[in-house]
T-cell receptor
Framework: AQKVTQAQTEISVVEKEDVTLDCVYETRDTTYYLFWYKQPPSGELVFLIRRNSFDEQNEISGRYSWNFQKSTSSFNFTITASQVVDSAVYFCALSVGAGGFKTIFGAGTRLFVKA | KAGVTQTPRYLIKTRGQQVTLSCSPISGHRSVSWYQQTPGQGLQFLFEYFSETQRNKGNFPGRFSGRQFSNSRSEMNVSTLELGDSALYLC??????????????????FGPGTRLLVL
């Protein structure tokens, strides 16, 4: 069975602090994809990043960075110098299966960034 | 390019009624998926349509159904509404392969959702 765990339900930081959102996944598939989505108060899920199981290279995009470690089945997301606009719920998701994949979402982490 | 649109954005119904939600995917996208989001259960997959055919279905009762039209627009229907159906219903579209194959890792683009309240 596949599973995505985001153990942090809520995180509160002060603006300009760095924050890391944890994501641990479970799957027996060797080919899979991992995603991070951001859900602002408006409700729409915004795609942030996609990684496949064969590419463990870390990625940086502006203030965002992702650390993918297959050895620990983790795909953590770090926001550097957080801003109030980063306040949202962040979801980690796992896509598995060939021919008819399904996407499993974690429970989400609500991030509050205070000015 | 316009994003995924969903109508209506908000809806209030009473128990026992039925409801139809609509989703228009991004132009050129042929796969449409529906998700239910609730505080208790989180984001759960409902079903996915491609070329007017349902290809995948989540673990929801038969009261939840959907369809897709030839222009890729999709509708979701919930009959005999229950209080527990109150949720944010999200629609996502993706390109899908030229032959309709699902591309593992393909990005889904989500609409703003329809917030349904059942009284």
């Amino acid at each position: 069975a596949q599973k995505v765990t985001q153990a942090q339900t809520e995180i509160s930081v002060v603006e300009k602090e760095d924050v890391t959102l944890d994501c641990v996944y479970e799957t027996r598939d060797t080919t899979y994809y991992l995603f991070w989505y951001k859900q602002p108060p408006s409700g729409e899920l915004v795609f942030l990043i996609r990684r496949n199981s064969f590419d463990e290279q870390n990625e940086i995009s502006g203030r965002y960075s992702w650390n993918f470690q297959k050895s620990t089945s983790s795909f953590n997301f770090t926001i550097t110098a957080s801003q109030v606009v980063d306040s949202a719920v962040y979801f980690c998701a796992l896509s598995v299966g060939a021919g008819g994949f399904k996407t499993i979402f974690g429970a989400g982490t609500r991030l509050f960034v205070k000015a | 390019k316009a994003g995924v649109t969903q109508t209506p954005r908000y809806l209030i119904k009473t128990r026992g009624q039925q409801v139809t939600l609509s989703c228009s995917p991004i132009s050129g996208h042929r796969s449409v998926s529906w998700y239910q989001q609730t505080p208790g259960q989180g984001l759960q997959f409902l079903f996915e349509y491609f070329s007017e055919t349902q290809r995948n279905k989540g673990n929801f009762p038969g009261r939840f159904s959907g369809r897709q039209f030839s222009n890729s627009r999709s509708e979701m229907n919930v009959s005999t509404l229950e209080l527990g159906d109150s949720a944010l219903y999200l629609c996502a579209s993706s390109l899908a392969g030229t032959s309709g194959e699902k591309i593992l890792g393909e990005t889904q683009y989500f609409g703003p959702g329809t917030r349904l309240l059942v009284l």
